[in-house]
């Protein structure tokens, strides 16, 4: 079966683009606004509308396939590709991607994923029109998506639902009952990402919060056995409230799994070094002084781990113990599909994450890329309310788990 034609439809995302250097430089918040200037290349205001361009490859047979091209809410920070605008991208989707696929057979995921995600590319477009190819293969073959890498890697689908992590925005109190209403395994994120404001100029301020979110979640727990994962992304802010003393930072975590126990704890992001060999050593440093204290909370790798090398250099350095998979910031899905199966491999915990500046449809394609792959945890996106990037991706691995019993 050939692909007959390309078509792109811009969109929107589920959430917004933000500048993350000028929030930490002090933008402060005015309603769904941030006030102040941008600081980073592209932005036209410190918090703008997120924008997604849909891959649509129209079949042989009259079906079509499709992927959203989208990328991260921190576009243009920790090294990643620039903003990512569907009237800029459009035009090279056309002229350069069109004839990459119009025309040709369907083949395999992996081989007609090589030719674009081996370009030189933006992220964005790997990333939506390698999801429009593995559509593509799966109705070419009659099969689930999740059956297309399965068959591809040589894994197995799980025969559970993988634990799902849902993330608050900034309403971190209300969000964080919704959560706890549906039984997310894993919560709330939290965004910690100004120190004055919500971290605290000694930490006290997540400390405090993670002492309600216990007791919130020991009064409102759905069920007895509910026993989730706190998860808190504090986006570096650890490193500038102990002026990156990583023993200090180590000791702090292991003060904040005292308060969360229960519940474990995992700390994402915990400093920004500013280029990705310094953030590899502190990271690796800051796990081993865990380890040294007895600490059994977790830290997360996220900034300067964008690609599927970058996931492989801090899986062998033990950089962390467990690494966020964005999956718009390591282009083609195939790289996200890979960097799993080699955390896996290397014991290092697989967070097949991504961004709430996502789509439903990019949503619905990681969740084929987690039952296929069995990461420890899958984000559930996009958007910041909750209630729709957790239906949505529960609901897309409910269907995959009930089509392959």
């Not at 918090?47 to 396939?65: D, H, K, P, T």
């Not at 099969?143 to 993988?162: C, F, N, P």
């Not at 950089?319 to 966020?324: I, K, L, S, V």
């Not at 958007?383 to 089509?403: F, H, K, P, T």
Request: charged share 25%.
């Amino acid at each position: 079966m050939k692909i007959t034609k390309l078509i792109c439809a811009p969109g929107k995302t589920g959430f917004f683009f933000d500048d993350q250097k000028a929030i930490k430089q002090g933008a402060k918040n005015n309603g769904a606004f941030y006030e102040g200037a941008p600081v980073t290349q592209g932005f036209t205001a410190v918090r703008q509308a997120g924008e997604s361009v849909s891959v649509i490859f129209i079949l042989e047979n009259g079906a079509f396939a499709h992927g959203d091209c989208a990328a991260v809410q921190y576009s243009g920070a920790g090294g990643r590709d620039p903003l990512f605008l569907a009237e800029n991208f459009i035009p090279i989707i056309e002229k350069e991607i069109a004839p990459l696929y119009v025309g040709k057979e369907i083949t395999t995921f992996r081989e007609m994923a090589d030719r674009v995600d081996k370009a030189n590319y933006h992220t964005a477009i790997r990333y939506g029109v390698t999801q429009a190819c593995l559509d593509a293969v799966a109705k070419s073959k009659g099969k689930l998506m999740a059956q297309v890498i399965a068959d591809e890697y040589g894994t197995e689908i799980s025969k559970t639902l993988i634990p799902v992590f849902s993330q608050s925005g900034d309403d971190r109190y209300l969000n964080a009952d919704k959560m706890i209403m549906k039984a997310a395994d894993v919560l709330p994120h939290a965004l910690f990402n100004h120190v004055e404001t919500k971290v605290g100029l000694k930490g006290e301020k997540i400390k405090a919060y993670i002492q309600w979110l216990r007791e919130r979640i020991l009064k409102l727990k759905p069920f007895d056995s509910y026993n989730p994962v706190i998860h808190i992304d504090v986006y570096g802010t650890l490193g500038i409230v102990f002026d990156n003393n990583f023993e200090a930072i180590a000791r702090y975590v292991g003060e904040l799994a005292e308060i969360a126990k229960p519940f474990h704890l995992r700390v994402e992001g915990p400093v920004d070094m500013g280029e990705k060999a310094a953030q590899i050593d502190a990271l690796r440093i800051i796990r081993q002084t865990m380890e040294k204290m007895e600490i059994t909370a977790e830290i997360v790798a996220d900034e300067w781990c964008n690609t599927l090398q970058d996931v492989i250099d801090f899986s062998e350095n033990k950089a962390g113990h467990m690494a966020q998979i964005k999956t718009p910031d390591l282009g083609g899905i195939n790289n996200s599909i890979e960097a799993v199966l080699y955390c896996k491999q290397h014991h290092m915990g697989a967070y097949l994450g991504g961004t709430c500046n996502e789509t439903n449809r990019s949503a619905e394609i990681g969740a084929h890329i987690a039952m296929a792959t069995s990461p420890v945890q899958y984000l559930a996106k996009p958007g910041m309310g909750v209630d729709e990037g957790y239906m949505i991706v529960y609901n897309e691995m409910s269907r995959i788990l009930a089509l392959n019993p």
